[in-house]
């Protein structure tokens, strides 16, 4: 079992930065592929970046968004970086033992933050 605690979310100006952080509770973190996911209203839950031994990040992040993980800690973040008023969503830590870049890859999840964009 793994629970996830995220932190880090907020309001930000376009152009801006935001770093996320999870924290992860249980056993062998450092066994678990660690994925972020966001949802913005109305719309379903998408893909933003994973990290297992490599990292991969959805298009429209990619150059702009950093995943990182500290498996002594316990952590992943994900740094954010030139926003747009598009990022604007609750951002979802995941974890999995095998994941992908779909939702139902992912085993467990926090319970979310929310990052808004102003334009």
């Known amino acids: 079992q793994v629970q996830l605690v995220e932190s880090g979310g907020g309001l930000v100006q376009a152009g801006g930065s935001v770093r996320l952080s999870c924290a992860a509770s249980?056993?062998?973190?450092?066994?678990?592929?660690m994925g972020w996911f966001r949802q913005a209203p109305g719309k379903e839950r998408e893909f933003v970046a994973r990290?297992?031994?490599?990292?991969v990040y959805a298009d429209s992040v990619k150059g702009r968004f950093t995943i990182s993980r500290d498996n002594d800690k316990n952590t992943v973040h994900l740094q954010m970086n030139n926003l747009k008023p598009e990022d604007t969503a609750v951002y979802f830590c995941?974890?999995?033992?095998?994941?992908?870049?779909?939702?139902?890859?992912?085993?467990?999840w926090g319970q979310g933050t929310q990052v808004s964009v102003s334009a």
């Open positions: 995941a974890a999995a033992r095998g994941g992908g870049m779909a939702a139902t890859d992912y085993d467990y």
């Open positions: 249980g056993r062998s973190f450092s066994t678990y592929v």
């Open positions: 990290i297992s031994w490599r990292t």
